[in-house]
């Protein structure tokens, strides 16, 4: 058992991550998710986890068939991942959603939470369980707690490496539900194998082991799940022709067909039409910036090009070259799988160059210089689509321009409903492009305001008339009648009106070390969709440095003002430590993989390995402190020293990455790489080895192990919770990176004081006792 047991604790591990990933994508694709989607699945995850961990898994002391127990969790677990998988495909009918329609805060946060909810809190009993199992077989107390969170850390590196690389491209999530449940059921019965005394409870979980191998081994070689998988998708997609369904490393693509009008969904979400596009959208697009330049040559299309974009740029007769970056090579496979007279045309032509890399790298690493700049993405709805809207962006873009060269990139826009939030927005977007170049031109639209940024005066200067010049000489025709069509867009009263339509905006910038274009993309949406949370958004956009410091502030003059009292709190501020270096391990993670998408250009093909470097640094910490706890008699000045530790890599770590950011170009790529991923694996390691530590220093208060690993564990997943949420829809969009890491700083230090003063009076009360 010794052996084995273990080997439960990492496929424990393994399972809940990869049980993560899976409803995470699954639900992102009825969600359309954005940062405020996926925190809010990530935090009620954690949230349940927690409440399973501490209440559920608190039985594991009283039990009497403490392992047998732990292997009903797991076939349980096991089960309820299928049936989620099953109620997330359904979703959409029951909630009366139709295809591509967005949802709002409060259905994701209610529905997300009862489907993950089974799931999250079996797993979260499961780690209390494996704590008083191992401690049963090892004989330690809070060691044996450390060993648990050491293995547990371990499976989860596994689970994300083989999530990323092997389930997700291979499999689809039906397959992969089933494979993980057999790895399981085998696990359980691996258990039970080494006893010779097998009661009644045992043989009843025998013997669900047993039914579970054989029906899942049918399940899989029986292809039941893949017809599963099938007609699921057939439900989820009602009254849709489904040609093609597949998931990428980078999202999941689903392809419809009516009448030979194909239109490809990304993650759920509408990208591209074909052979018939929106057709003014396009000609809009491609047609007005081209136009304004007198001879464009060179051309580079960052993302959605196929469909119709390179089609109108291909009609301007003096196009020499196009480069065509598109990051998923998925999507341009399946484009040529299911080809049409547009596309076939698009990709053929000798003259275009498709990349499969992402636009940002591209244009730090390319030496051309580009008439035309063309973004194809057309709002920052999260931190990966936000790096084109940056200031650091626009400037990347204007050295790759000719002088008279032009950035095109589309926003969301209105010609009737105007909020707040969306004047925000554009005038984010805005003020960054005056940042960077000396003219910016703004044709408002209804659905996308078209903008264009150079440092020639032509863009300001183009009128009908020339326009008119330049259509006949390059003999263009169009859909739609486009000399009215671009006197009307060109006409000096919409420019006016736009004028006036950014007046009440904001005056801030968009940065990659401060998103606040996101922020305010997450807040427009939200205030059509949820209209009743428009006041609490409005909230969080006037939170700035000096509300945190108060905040910290008055929290210690309460804690001063109760240190007047006799009792005493250690337990308590045991778990807030822990709750504390919770929260800071999540902020640590998403900042990280945050100044990575800004330092290196993409994420995408590195998140696992970011993740898997932080989840390394926490076992490895883990580790540690489990060893030296055996060593040394003072475990609460260790802790404390961590608590120091924490705090100082708080305020530490934007100057560090500031630095990484503006040397990029003499450090070099790999350079970056490798420190980024040092940095993330020890800020896991400060986080990690206080769990066992905070353990050892509860148990000398109360003795039960399984309410204290529980508890403790509760407190972790309680404080991740909260910087997940609140770190990637609020802290790092409106503070920035180093607003954000002062803040966790500031947060770290209440929790230093507290513990301080509190092992101060616990060492003052020993020693009267001793006198």
């Not at 799931?119 to 004989?139: N, P, Q, W």
């Not at 469909?307 to 020499?320: F, T």
């Not at 009215?484 to 009106?497: C, F, V």
Request: proline share 3%; with cysteine; net charge neutral.
């Amino acid at each position: 058992m010794k052996i084995l047991f273990p080997i439960a604790v990492v496929v424990m591990g393994f399972s809940g991550l990869v049980a993560q990933i899976l409803l995470l994508r699954e639900l992102l694709i009825v969600f359309s998710g954005n940062e405020l989607s996926i925190g809010i699945i990530l935090a009620n995850a954690l949230i349940l986890e927690a409440f399973g961990s501490f209440y559920l898994g608190k039985r594991a002391e009283t039990s009497k068939h403490k392992l047998e127990s732990f292997m009903l969790l797991t076939i349980l677990f096991c089960v309820s991942l299928v049936i989620a998988i099953l109620l997330i495909r359904i979703l959409r009918n029951m909630m009366g959603i139709s295809i591509g329609e967005s949802i709002g805060f409060i259905p994701i946060l209610y529905s997300s939470f009862l489907i993950l909810m089974p799931v999250s809190i079996l797993h979260g009993a499961l780690f209390t369980y494996c704590c008083r199992i191992y401690s049963m077989f090892s004989g330690g107390g809070a060691s044996s707690v450390g060993k648990v969170y050491v293995y547990e850390t371990l499976g989860a590196i596994f689970g994300g490496v083989v999530c990323a690389y092997l389930l997700i491209p291979y499999f689809d999530s039906f397959q992969a539900a089933s494979w993980l449940a057999l790895l399981n059921l085998i696990i359980c019965l691996a258990l039970l194998m080494p006893s010779r005394e097998i009661g009644r409870y045992r043989q009843l979980v025998l013997a669900i082991s047993i039914i579970g191998i054989v029906c899942t081994g049918y399940f899989i070689l029986g292809s039941q799940a893949a017809k599963l998988h099938d007609q699921s998708i057939s439900w989820q997609w009602k009254n849709q022709d489904i040609v093609h369904y597949q998931n990428s490393q980078y999202g999941n693509i689903c392809i419809t067909e009516n009448q030979g009008q194909y239109i490809f969904f990304v993650d759920g979400v509408p990208n591209l039409i074909t052979p018939v596009p929106d057709i003014p959208l396009v000609e809009e697009f491609v047609h007005i910036p081209l136009l304004a330049q007198s001879q464009p040559m060179t051309i580079l299309i960052l993302s959605g090009g196929a469909g119709g974009v390179i089609n109108e740029i291909l009609k301007h007769p003096s196009i020499e070259s196009i480069t065509y970056a598109e990051l998923d090579p998925l999507i341009l496979d399946l484009i040529k799988t299911f080809p049409t007279p547009l596309t076939e045309t698009e990709l053929n032509d000798r003259r275009v160059k498709v990349k499969h890399v992402d636009g940002r790298l591209l244009l730090r690493t390319s030496a051309n210089k580009y008439d035309a700049v063309f973004v194809g993405i057309q709002e920052p709805s999260n931190l990966q689509t936000n790096r084109f809207f940056t200031k650091e962006f626009f400037s990347l873009a204007k050295k790759q321009l000719h002088q008279d060269g032009i950035l095109v990139i589309g926003l969301t826009g209105s010609l009737d409903y105007l909020n707040e939030e969306l004047v925000h927005l554009n005038s984010c977007v805005f003020n960054t492009l005056k940042r960077v170049f000396s003219h910016v031109r703004v044709v408002p639209g209804d659905g996308t305001n078209l903008y264009l940024a150079s440092d020639a005066e032509e863009i300001v200067r183009i009128d009908r008339e020339r326009i008119g010049e330049r259509l006949i000489q390059r003999n263009l025709a169009a859909e739609r009648g486009i000399p009215w069509h671009i006197e009307k867009k060109l006409h000096p009263g919409w420019q006016s009106w736009f004028s006036r339509f950014l007046e009440g905006g904001t005056e801030e910038i968009n940065t990659d070390f401060r998103p606040l274009a996101m922020f305010y993309s997450i807040s427009h949406w939200n205030a059509l969709l949820a209209p009743s949370l428009r006041g609490i958004f409005r909230q969080f956009e006037r939170i700035d440095l000096r509300t945190i410091t108060l905040f910290a502030g008055i929290s210690l003059l309460i804690y001063c003002l109760l240190l007047t009292q006799k009792r005493r709190y250690v337990p308590q501020a045991i778990s807030y430590s822990i709750i504390t270096t919770g929260f800071a391990g999540m902020i640590f993670d998403l900042t990280i993989i945050f100044a990575f998408q800004a330092v290196y250009g993409y994420v995408f093909s590195w998140i696992g390995i970011l993740v898997a470097s932080f989840m390394a640094g926490a076992a490895c910490g883990a580790l540690v402190a489990t060893m030296a706890m055996a060593r040394i008699k003072n475990c609460l000045k260790l802790f404390v020293l961590t608590e120091v530790a924490v705090t100082c890599f708080s305020f530490g770590l934007p100057v560090v990455l500031f630095a990484l950011h503006n040397g990029l170009d003499a450090s070099g790529f790999v350079f970056i790489r490798m420190l980024i991923l040092l940095i993330s694996f020890v800020s896991g390691l400060l986080t990690g080895c206080q769990f066992p530590l905070a353990n050892e220093l509860y148990l000398k208060s109360n003795d039960n192990l399984s309410r204290t690993a529980g508890l403790l564990y509760a407190s972790d997943l309680v404080g991740g919770w909260f910087g997940g949420i609140l770190g990637a829809v609020l802290l790092l969009p409106v503070l920035g990176l180093t607003g954000t890491c002062i803040s966790v700083g500031l947060l770290k230090i209440t929790s230093l004081v507290v513990i301080v003063t509190q092992s101060n009076r616990r060492l003052l009360r020993a020693s009267e006792s001793r006198g």
